[in-house]
């Protein structure tokens, strides 16, 4: 099995600092644990045991790192003269040479890249070979090397030279020259810190509140969240309090907020003059006339099992119970589920023949040509079309219009639109058609979704529903989609979760992430036809 690179890092640093304080012994232990050595270790186990004074080891060592590393001309210099300490001349000589010729005619060679803070002078080299000579007895060559050593380029000699000239003189034996004790290869500084663990996430620091409604920014310790309502941080003087509205209102101006009946609003501050007040609503803030308010207890609010279709503000808290499986339905295969196409999904790639680009506003037919009887009706499929109908057009005709405009089959045809403020899609009036919408009334224009369908085996759509957030699927049995889908309810797993339909497919997902706005779309609808 091969030895981890970071094992054989945090050995070879321990070892390193152990010889930093001179525990040889430490050192060796440590070195020794590593099994698959490589040339820069086994250098420093060679140098703790000459630190020891074992010159059979270190030269073993020696001869270990020269295998790892041919070209390493420090090796041979330093196993010449251990070799020589160890009274063995003639091997000492041959690595001099070595080490000579690994020099590549420079003059010095620096091994701080590789971790050891040493440098290598081809004089040195020449040195330990006059050395050789001197114990051989060969006092005249060693004469001749160490002058040629004197005429090498490089620093670091000090009068080495000419004191070991002095010394041939009268026939002194000269000391070989080796790596300091304790200079060893080290490990890189940087490789070392990485196996340190580090916290790249660092500790948490609250410089704001993150309540679902809170409207306050700043620094302020965290709150302890609760389930239930929550009411946001207002100035001294203020009243607080939730309510909740007593019918629809569309917003009139971009500091006014669109509100469908029953919604749940926090009233931030009394009314103004103008009979205005400042409420939060689905995380905004904005103005609703204070006679449309009623107050709410939330603790009451709470306590209710009612069902509300109205969602407070803030992203809701996850159901408390575990996700049910798929509800079981009858044995009878199903052919699929319908190809609904909301506003919010990305259409598949456009067949051969169909519009590469959707035409605008600006591109459709005016209402004010030719013809000021007819409507301009905008249809959404996999792409968008334009046609002018007349106005009091039957549904039946109308699809038989946009199939033949679409090439599809107009029995699996389904003709959808939006309420002013509203997010789902509402079926077209089978019996008047376009007559049912007020837009044609206002402006001579039209906005349907067309939903190519295939039946799905007994089942019923019951209601729709709007997406308030994106949701992820948890499970296999789950259905994503995102904010501001509309969902297809097919049944009621439980109290929080529901199992519906979207964009062809059909799961499960939390009755919180989404909410019913048909009463809302009713009553607007209503209000828009007085």
Same mark, same amino acid.
């Given at each position: 099995?091969?030895?981890?690179?970071?094992? &054989?890092?945090?050995?070879?640093?321990?070892?390193?600092?152990?010889?930093?304080?001179?525990?040889?012994?430490?050192?060796?232990? @440590?070195?020794?644990?590593?099994?698959?050595?490589?040339?820069?270790?086994?250098?420093?186990?060679?140098?703790? %045991?000459?630190?020891?004074?074992?010159?059979?080891?270190?030269?073993?060592?020696?001869?270990?790192?020269?295998?790892?590393?041919?070209?390493?001309?420090?090796?041979?210099?330093?196993?010449?003269?251990?070799?020589?300490?160890?009274?063995?001349?003639?091997?000492?000589?041959?690595?001099?040479?070595?080490?000579?010729?690994? =020099?590549?005619?420079?003059?010095?060679?620096?091994?701080?890249?590789?971790?050891?803070?040493?440098?290598?002078?081809?004089? $040195?080299?020449?040195?330990?070979?006059?050395?050789?000579?001197?114990? =051989?007895?060969?006092?005249?060559?060693?004469?001749? !090397?160490?002058?040629?050593?004197?005429?090498?380029?490089?620093?670091?000699?000090?009068?080495?030279?000419?004191?070991?000239?002095? #010394?041939?003189?009268?026939?002194?034996?000269?000391?070989?020259?080796?790596?300091?004790?304790?200079?060893?290869?080290?490990?890189?500084?940087?490789?070392?810190?990485?196996?340190?663990?580090?916290?790249?996430?660092?500790?948490?620091?609250?410089?704001?509140?993150?309540?679902?409604?809170?409207?306050?920014?700043?620094?302020?310790?965290?709150?302890?969240?609760?389930?239930?309502?929550?009411?946001?941080?207002?100035?001294?003087?203020?009243?607080?309090?939730?309510? %909740?509205?007593?019918?629809?209102?569309?917003?009139?101006?971009?500091?006014?907020? +669109?509100?469908?009946?029953?919604?749940?609003?926090?009233?931030? +501050?009394?009314?103004?003059?103008?009979? =205005?007040?400042?409420?939060?609503?689905?995380?905004?803030?904005?103005?609703?006339?204070?006679?449309?308010?009623? /107050?709410?207890?939330?603790?009451?609010? @709470?306590?209710? @099992?009612?069902?509300?279709?109205?969602?407070?503000?803030? !992203?809701?808290?996850?159901?408390?119970?575990? /996700?049910?499986?798929? /509800?079981?339905? #009858?044995?009878?295969?199903?052919?699929?589920?319908?190809?609904?196409?909301?506003?919010?999904? #990305?259409? /598949?790639?456009?067949?051969?023949?169909?519009?590469?680009? +959707?035409?605008?506003? #600006?591109?459709?037919?005016?209402?004010?040509?030719?013809?000021?009887?007819?409507?301009?009706?905008?249809?959404?499929?996999?792409?968008?079309?334009?046609?002018?109908?007349?106005?009091?057009?039957?549904?039946?005709?109308?699809?038989?219009?946009?199939? %033949?405009?679409?090439?599809?089959?107009?029995?699996?045809?389904?003709?959808?639109?939006?309420? %002013?403020?509203? $997010?789902?899609?509402?079926?077209?009036?089978?019996?008047?058609?376009?007559?049912?919408?007020?837009?044609?009334?206002?402006?001579?224009?039209?906005?349907?979704?067309?939903?190519?369908?295939?039946?799905?085996?007994?089942?019923? !759509?019951?209601?729709? =529903?709007?997406?308030?957030?994106?949701?992820?699927?948890?499970?296999?049995?789950? &259905?994503?989609? +995102?904010?501001?889908?509309?969902?297809?309810?097919?049944?009621?797993?439980?109290?929080?979760?529901?199992?519906?339909?979207?964009?062809?497919?059909?799961? !499960?997902?939390?009755?919180?992430?989404?909410?019913?706005?048909?009463?809302?779309?009713?009553?607007?609808?209503?209000?828009?036809?007085?």
């Amino acid at each position: 099995m091969a030895m981890l690179y970071t094992e &054989l890092l945090r050995l070879w640093d321990e070892a390193v600092k152990a010889m930093d304080v001179q525990d040889w012994k430490g050192a060796l232990a @440590k070195l020794d644990d590593i099994y698959e050595p490589t040339a820069r270790t086994l250098f420093a186990t060679a140098a703790a %045991h000459l630190a020891l004074g074992q010159l059979q080891p270190a030269i073993q060592a020696l001869e270990q790192t020269i295998i790892k590393d041919e070209r390493l001309a420090v090796g041979f210099f330093q196993r010449a003269g251990v070799l020589l300490l160890a009274n063995r001349p003639e091997e000492a000589l041959a690595d001099c040479i070595c080490a000579q010729k690994h =020099m590549r005619e420079n003059g010095v060679i620096d091994y701080r890249q590789l971790g050891l803070r040493y440098k290598l002078y081809s004089w $040195q080299v020449l040195y330990n070979a006059a050395a050789v000579h001197v114990r =051989m007895g060969h006092w005249d060559k060693a004469r001749d !090397i160490l002058l040629a050593a004197a005429e090498e380029k490089g620093g670091a000699r000090g009068g080495t030279v000419e004191a070991a000239l002095d #010394s041939i003189s009268r026939r002194e034996v000269l000391a070989p020259l080796l790596v300091p004790v304790g200079d060893v290869f080290r490990p890189r500084k940087e490789e070392v810190e990485q196996l340190k663990q580090r916290d790249f996430l660092g500790k948490a620091k609250v410089i704001t509140s993150a309540l679902p409604n809170d409207d306050f920014a700043g620094f302020d310790p965290l709150r302890g969240q609760k389930p239930g309502f929550y009411e946001p941080k207002v100035g001294s003087g203020r009243d607080s309090r939730y309510m %909740h509205m007593k019918s629809v209102y569309m917003g009139r101006n971009p500091e006014e907020l +669109s509100v469908p009946a029953g919604g749940m609003v926090f009233m931030f +501050s009394e009314a103004d003059q103008t009979g =205005m007040a400042t409420v939060i609503y689905d995380g905004k803030k904005g103005l609703l006339p204070i006679t449309m308010l009623d /107050p709410v207890d939330p603790k009451k609010a @709470k306590k209710s @099992k009612k069902k509300v279709d109205s969602v407070p503000n803030g !992203i809701p808290f996850p159901p408390a119970l575990s /996700p049910p499986t798929r /509800p079981e339905t #009858s044995s009878s295969p199903r052919d699929g589920p319908p190809s609904y196409v909301s506003a919010t999904q #990305s259409f /598949p790639p456009l067949q051969y023949g169909a519009p590469a680009i +959707s035409p605008t506003d #600006s591109d459709l037919p005016s209402s004010s040509s030719d013809d000021p009887g007819s409507v301009v009706v905008k249809v959404h499929y996999r792409y968008t079309v334009a046609l002018r109908v007349p106005p009091g057009t039957p549904y039946d005709e109308l699809q038989q219009k946009i199939a %033949h405009k679409l090439g599809q089959s107009p029995s699996q045809l389904r003709l959808r639109f939006k309420h %002013h403020g509203t $997010q789902a899609l509402t079926p077209l009036d089978t019996t008047e058609g376009l007559q049912s919408l007020a837009e044609v009334a206002e402006s001579g224009r039209a906005t349907l979704w067309c939903q190519h369908e295939d039946p799905l085996a007994n089942r019923t !759509i019951l209601y729709q =529903m709007v997406a308030l957030y994106d949701y992820t699927t948890q499970g296999p049995e789950d &259905l994503e989609f +995102s904010e501001g889908d509309t969902i297809d309810i097919l049944s009621e797993v439980n109290e929080e979760w529901l199992e519906g339909h979207t964009a062809g497919s059909i799961g !499960i997902f939390p009755r919180c992430f989404a909410y019913r706005d048909g009463e809302a779309a009713q009553e607007a609808h209503s209000a828009t036809m007085l």
